[in-house]
Nanobody, 119 residues
Framework: QGQLVESGGGLVQAGGSLKLSCTAS????????MGWFRQAPGKERKFVAS????????YYTDSVKGRFTMSRDGAKNAVYLQMNSLKPEDTAVYYC????????????WGQGTQVSVSS
């Protein structure tokens, strides 16, 4: 089914920026969409952003609109999440996920990368 590997997490001060990367072992065009999710300590995993197979549509949860940008590079089988103006409430483990083209379920997940924002 393939593998997703995230990188780019770290510790940053409030107002700073980080760029997360997610590389797939196969073609990202085999998925209906790619997404980023995050899970804060003691909370459920939640949707952050997604990008369609064609790359023409992106979606964001309200709390990150205007601050986060998701993009992709098909030639590298990679998607990215540029995070600007980070806030302490953005602290979480960030997961990359791939949406199955048939079931439309995100059923392939990366191992996660920690993002910590200090105030």
């Amino acid at each position: 089914q393939g593998q997703l590997v995230e990188s780019g997490g770290g510790l940053v001060q409030a107002g700073g920026s980080l760029k997360l990367s997610c590389t797939a072992s196969g073609s990202i065009f085999s998925f209906n969409s790619m997404g980023w999710f995050r899970q804060a300590p003691g909370k459920e995993r939640k949707f952050v952003a997604s990008i369609s197979r064609t790359g023409t549509s992106t979606y964001y949860t309200d709390s990150v609109k205007g601050r986060f940008t998701m993009s992709r590079d098909g030639a590298k089988n990679a998607v990215y999440l540029q995070m600007n103006s980070l806030k302490p409430e953005d602290t979480a483990v960030y997961y990359c996920a791939a949406q199955n083209s048939f079931s439309r379920i995100y059923n392939l997940w990366g191992q996660g990368t920690q993002v910590s924002v200090s105030s």
